[in-house]
């Protein structure tokens, strides 16, 4: 008799899952069901959907070549069945069946299982506000709700919109909305930063500049959600500061896992509300596999259980999971938390994890900062890419790494390279040695991620004593009070207008005259060094030293960190 | 008494391994002396010089924020002494000095060492055929010798060149001569293939059909120089097979460690004429130091020496030689061969072993090679890229990677990924599981090189029987005898043309109708199975295996690569 296998969730993993297991197992008898009538399609790709990059939701469910994965396409090409507008009710463990419903014509049916597989994914975490329920407040997990949204702007019934929620999807809707439709986008987040958890203050506040300058968008942080207000369509939010006039709200508020058949059929939840399973993704019931949205996983860096909703894992383990239904074993390691994002011409970049989330584990770390070209620096269409790696101290081991940068492929070619090492608990050494391909149309000969191993192993030894520019901006607004100097040590063009600008503060002397000129150097002051990049000040910070001058801090970054992050010096007084 | 360092070498990895001595001892006293009178500039840069990409010579010295790294730099900013026009004539290692010749004057001198480095660099191969010394015969390995060949070029004495040697300097400059000077450019190459030992024969195909179709440029494989001939100045080049008329000849047939001074001096050198050293990069004289193009390195794949000059090594062994001066201790564990080179819009990745290498140096291997959409097959500007994978039979160890795209750094974020882990012996699954950076601008959610370790993990075991495109253009030439039928299990639109052109061996039948028209298949014959990428037509073959006709091989990249590879089966008749 031969294998029956019933797959409930037909988005990501589920398909994934029976094709593997039909490829391992042709004779394997597998029924696929979903409560949607779309099923198969790129989630990921709703923005994109959105903003209009991608013109039909049919797109986002063909294959490579255009054809559409639908029931019948899973029928013909796949040989699995799907229903769909089905919903699973109830999973009876001890006589293996699954209780569904058919949603458009109500009628119910028993479906006998040797194995069954929970695709059950995510839902959005909603607001529980007033109004959250009102018409056009909307969340962007599923595609159909996704038509719904493009088919209220595209009949120009909106103008005004709001985005609740600064995460990667919300991000990504300020970009959809606002780019191509024109709409004026406000993001509100409840935290201190945009992608919280992801990446730093110090970058997140270049992200923010960065939609602040392209998109136009207004970014309220540190900002509650009080409540949604209108006469049957939402027309105003209310935080806690403001009230912002909208025709349209998202919420981009995060998911949490769909755990609740798995509940109710008596399978292990975490706290966290996620199934939980083994490395072969069985839950507590051996027949009965989960994966993807609705799982937590072993985080690589931290050892803990983490959540990472991604369509990239849902993908990679429901092909573990198809090997695994058919017999075969095979195992899930865990995650590092590899991110990207696009937003406007800015990249997103990030692994492992950044400073405040490795306080917030534990861990004893800094971190370094480095500010180089993402190709060799003659080569003409070179950009200025920002990398900040985190390090546990004093033990070197390498934490995370996030970044921005105009060219993003060139940004993910770093963050991979460190993904893909991540889970061998590398430390500075191997990112200051790690051999990266290399062509002056692609990056530089000392590659900015041995540069940024390099700094970082300089300031694990105290040879650089950094500040970075979050700091710097704080300290700067209190220059009345504190006793610093900044010593500009980069050729006088550069810095003559910020000498004139705070010559009570300011000083410059370039670095190659620093030797002959050390006598002009206030040694009694707190010296924070100043040059374009960091690399010129931390050669100053070295000749000073050398000198007995050591109460100094060199700016990671320079004066390019100054300008991404939106410190403008040289504004005119209001 | 301070330390005395003096280093041979002032163009990559002596400034590097200078700067960073200094910082970390800045009392020491570094002497550093070249024999030509332009220093520290990337070398890597000399095509793009050439071709107009880098305006100025002087650009290529430069940093990042335009200060030229001339002698008096390093005096001003580095605190290093360089003596430029100053060639090292021996090293008396008894005494610990090195005597040197102004070139200029004439004038000879000991410099005193406590440590020395030799950063001698190579040189290149010039060919052993008469008229190799002939006027317009040039090298590109130094900056003063590119200046020469821009002057001739920019004053319109070249209409045609001819490049010896296809390898990633000569592709470049096939590329610099003809992209924007119009300079109607031969590539002449000894061995049958582009970038031997860097890719396989059948990337290197498709390489050489781009550089015909994008460049125009002419390439002939397997072809020998037998000499160069001209009066005064080179007009022709006569190889094996033909006469190229011609007003350059651009002599790129690699370069060879300079071993010279360490040789006279009793040093150990290589049987390949490379300096040896240990992983500190100490010669067989402890106070004698090498490092960069004049040394080989432990290739961590073979673990045997191999010569790998790149200015990147360069740059991240000065580094660590610096270090080592200092008095600190770091290691270096070898290479793994990242490559990646621009050839007008194609960029080509590499790293590890390619497969014919592979072969070589003894392994059991076999190669996976999958075209697939660099970003998610929905967002607007996905390309095709194409990778391989090299892998050890039984083992699954993966041995290599090599690449094509066009959009190079999203090829280079594939090649990092692996070239990261190689070190650490990574298996097939490591390659499965490998966990990048997602979102629909930069990856498919299955991403290619997850894809790439999947199928390889399909042909390990047997389940994915392939052929590629190379064994598949032999075999179709050769269709009157051998016994095979083409089964294209795309849709009709597509195939129709192929089944009109080739009614004999060609057949159709789409992937999702193969159960139901099963009956039609010919199973007596050998089937090459063929869809648009390879996906589709490994269905077709599990498929087929289920059904008991197993004499069946799946054309790997499909109806992709038979186009990338040049084989257009749909031409006119001439």
């Excluded at 109710?264 to 993807?292: K, M």
């Excluded at 931290?302 to 991604?310: A, C, D, E, L, Q």
């Excluded at 011409?345 to 500010?371: I, K, M, N, T």
């Excluded at 070179?382 to 004093?394: A, K, S």
Aim: charged letters at 25%; glycine letters at 10%.
């Amino acid at each position: 008799m031969s294998l029956k296998v019933v797959i409930i969730g037909a988005v990501a993993l589920g398909p994934k899952a029976a094709c593997r297991l039909k490829r391992l197992r042709p004779e394997a008898e597998v029924a696929m069901i979903d409560q949607n009538a779309l099923i198969s399609y790129g989630g990921c790709g709703i923005p994109y959907f959105i903003s209009g990059d991608v013109s039909e939701a049919r797109q986002l469910q063909e294959t490579s070549f255009h054809m559409v994965r639908d029931a019948e396409f899973f029928r013909l090409a796949k040989d699995v069945k799907v229903l769909t507008r089905t919903k699973a009710l109830a999973v009876d463990r001890q006589i293996k069946k699954v209780r569904v419903r058919n949603l458009d014509i109500g009628e119910e049916a028993d479906l006998p299982y040797d194995k069954l597989l929970l695709a059950t994914g995510s839902r959005p975490n909603r607001l529980n506000v007033p109004g959250a329920d009102l018409d056009g407040v909307f969340t962007v997990t599923g595609l159909e709700e996704a038509v719904r949204i493009k088919e209220r702007i595209a009949s120009g019934q909106v103008a005004r919109a709001v985005v609740v929620g600064g995460g990667a999807i919300g991000l990504e809707m300020v970009e959809a909305l606002s780019d191509l439709w024109g709409i004026e986008t406000t993001l509100v987040e409840i935290q201190d930063q945009v992608l919280p958890g992801v990446i730093g203050p110090n970058l997140a506040r270049m992200v923010r500049n960065t939609l602040a300058e392209n998109g136009g968008a207004e970014v309220y942080l540190s900002e509650k959600v009080l409540k949604f207000e209108g006469r049957g369509r939402v027309e105003r939010v209310i935080t806690d500061r403001r009230t912002l006039e909208t025709d349209l709200v998202v919420l981009a508020a995060g998911v949490r896992p769909n755990a609740d058949l798995a509940r109710a059929a008596g399978l292990e939840v975490s706290p966290g509300g996620a199934v939980v399973v083994n490395s072969r993704f069985q839950t507590s019931d051996p027949d009965i596999y989960a994966g993807g949205d609705c799982i937590e996983n072993m985080h690589l860096i931290t050892g803990r259980r983490v959540y990472f909703p991604s369509g990239s894992l849902a993908n990679r383990q429901g092909r573990i999971i198809g090997t695994n239904l058919a017999g075969a074993v095979e195992e899930f390691d865990g995650v590092v938390g590899s991110f990207i994002l696009k937003c406007f011409d800015l990249a997103v970049g990030a692994v492992g994890l950044s400073l405040p989330r490795a306080g917030a584990e534990g861990f004893e770390a800094f971190s370094a900062y480095v500010v180089q070209g993402d190709r060799a620096h003659f080569y003409p269409d070179m950009d200025l890419m920002h990398l900040e790696l985190v390090v546990e101290r004093p033990t070197g081991r390498v934490l995370g790494l996030q970044g921005l940068s105009n060219k993003g492929d060139a940004l993910a070619a770093r963050i991979d390279a460190v993904a893909a090492i991540l889970k061998y608990r590398p430390t500075i050494r191997d990112i200051s040695h790690i051999e990266l391909a290399y062509a002056p149309p692609f990056s530089a000969a000392m590659d900015i991620l041995n540069a940024l191993g390099n700094t970082a192993e300089n300031i694990l030894t105290g040879q650089n004593r950094p500040i970075d520019v979050d700091e710097f901006a704080a300290i700067f607004n209190r220059r009345d009070q504190d006793g610093f100097v900044c010593l500009d040590v980069r050729g006088s063009a550069n810095a003559e207008p910020f000498v004139q600008k705070y010559p009570d503060v300011w000083i410059n002397i370039p670095q190659e005259r620093l030797r002959e000129r050390i006598d002009e150097v206030p040694a009694d002051k707190e010296l924070i060094l100043v040059c374009n990049s960091g690399v010129r000040s931390y050669e100053a910070q070295i000749t000073l030293d050398e000198k007995g001058i050591k109460n100094t801090r060199n700016l990671q970054g320079g004066a390019a960190a100054i300008k991404k992050w939106g410190l403008d010096l040289l504004e005119e007084e209001d």
